[in-house]
């Protein structure tokens, strides 16, 4: 079956996970300051994103344009892919379309050294999506696996564009953040997100 119709209660059965639900998890991550560029690019999508009421309006005008910042602010150290195909093992289940990937490569044709998986939540449903995003997590896991890039922590996190909710997998434990960040923490939203990449330019930085 693909990414979309595992529950959360299925991966973690599918895949034997540990499960550790708690608040602040991501709490003393430093935060990222938004750019200019993305402060006015928000200031002006959000209205017209949240009147369309449409999850395609929401990816467009308010996930993608952090993304891009972040990728930005990385000095294009990372790559972005959008409703891609990223099928690793079908008889597990974990094959289909991700919303969106992050990767700890500047590789923007394929998809090297995913770190974080990013599921939009359906019909604003942050809890529907987060069985769709740990299937996507663990398929990142196995891809790193596979490819022997050494990566072993994959992040992951599920939002409505203006909610985002953020989960992390290491081996078979997953932990889950039951804190929910809004736009207002946009520099927040950054910081665990750049958090969970780890890139070593950033530690050379």
């Not at 079956?1 to 708690?22: G, H, V």
């Not at 922590?153 to 929910?180: A, C, M, P, R």
């Amino acid at each position: 079956m693909p990414y979309s119709d595992f529950t959360l209660a299925k991966a973690k059965q599918a895949f034997s996970l540990t499960t550790i639900e708690k608040r602040d998890i991501f709490a003393s991550v430093p935060e990222l300051t938004a750019s200019n560029l993305l402060t006015e690019t928000l200031d002006y999508n959000l209205e017209i994103a949240l009147a369309s009421n449409s999850e395609k309006a929401r990816s467009e005008l308010i996930i993608a344009p952090i993304l891009v910042d972040l990728r930005r602010q990385l000095k294009e150290a990372i790559s972005l892919f959008s409703g891609i195909d990223f099928s690793v093992d079908e008889s597990k289940g974990l094959n289909g379309t991700c919303d969106f990937i992050i990767t700890q490569s500047p590789e923007i044709l394929i998809i090297s050294a995913p770190v974080i998986t990013i599921v939009e939540a359906k019909k604003e449903n942050i809890n529907a999506g987060l069985g769709q995003c740990v299937a996507s997590m663990v398929a990142a896991q196995i891809f790193n696996q596979q490819s022997g890039s050494g990566i072993k922590t994959i992040y992951g996190t599920v939002t409505t564009g203006s909610i985002w909710q953020f989960i992390k997998l290491e081996e078979q434990i997953l932990s889950i953040d039951l804190s929910e960040y809004y736009l207002k923490d946009v520099n927040k939203i950054l910081g665990i997100l750049a958090s969970g990449i780890l890139l070593k330019t950033q530690q050379d930085s």
